[in-house]
Structures are given as structure tokens and as C-alpha cells.
């Protein structure tokens, strides 16, 4: 269930500051609610939750989940350029492969 997805993911924003690696656990969290919210067919809260989770990765050098969160935004908002600069950090990190992004139902 997509919506109670999102509702737990967020319910964990305030307790992530709490926590050593925070600004990790907020990009990763903020990847979560956008593609949730994409899936539930809100795109602009979707972008919005994933330009918060670049910003909170690139805040706190997170260079993994930058990519992450920039391949999301290259696959789901169909942005070659950012999915191409996605590919650029995961292969200087030497990640080989990465999960493709769940897909809205046709």
C-alpha cells in the first residue's frame, strides 16, 4: 500500500536527526516519500521530496545517495541528462548495478 508507505517513511523524519548519519537516513527518506508519491500519481510533491533528498545528500557529501536520488529523477520524470549524472557518480563509486525504479501501474 503505497499511501501507508509514505505515512511510515515520514512518521520517521523527526527521529532521524537523532541519529548518527541523519543527513544519509533523511536523503534516503526523502527518496522514499518522492517515489511513493510518483507511484501515487503526485508529481509535484514527488520532485519536491526528491530535490529534498538531493539537497540533504549533497549537504552532508552523501555521493551514493545523490545518485540514487538522481536516478530516480532520470528514470521516473524521464530526464536523460540527470540519469547520465546519476551513472557518472555510481560508476566513480564503483557500483556496477542499481535496482531499477518501481514504474506507475499502465
Known amino acids: 500500500d503505497i499511501e501507508a508507505s509514505e505515512r511510515e517513511a515520514g512518521a520517521l523524519f523527526p527521529?532521524?536527526?537523532?541519529?548518527?548519519?541523519?543527513?544519509v537516513l533523511e536523503a534516503s527518506l526523502h527518496r522514499?516519500?518522492?517515489?511513493?508519491a510518483w507511484l501515487s500519481g503526485d508529481q509535484g510533491r514527488?520532485?519536491?521530496a526528491l530535490h529534498a533528498s538531493l539537497d540533504r545528500a549533497r549537504a552532508v557529501g552523501a555521493a551514493?545517495?545523490?545518485a540514487l536520488s538522481l536516478h530516480?529523477?532520470?528514470e521516473l520524470a524521464?530526464?536523460?541528462e540527470t540519469a547520465s549524472a546519476a551513472a557518472t557518480i555510481l560508476s566513480?563509486?564503483?557500483v556496477v548495478e542499481i535496482r531499477a525504479t518501481p514504474q506507475p501501474a499502465s
Open 46 to 48: 514527488a520532485r519536491d
Open 15 to 23: 527521529d532521524a536527526g537523532a541519529l548518527d548519519g541523519a543527513g
Open 78 to 80: 524521464g530526464e536523460p
Open 92 to 94: 566513480r563509486l564503483g
Open 64 to 66: 551514493y545517495e545523490e
Open 32 to 36: 522514499i516519500v518522492g517515489v511513493s
Open 72 to 74: 530516480v529523477l532520470g
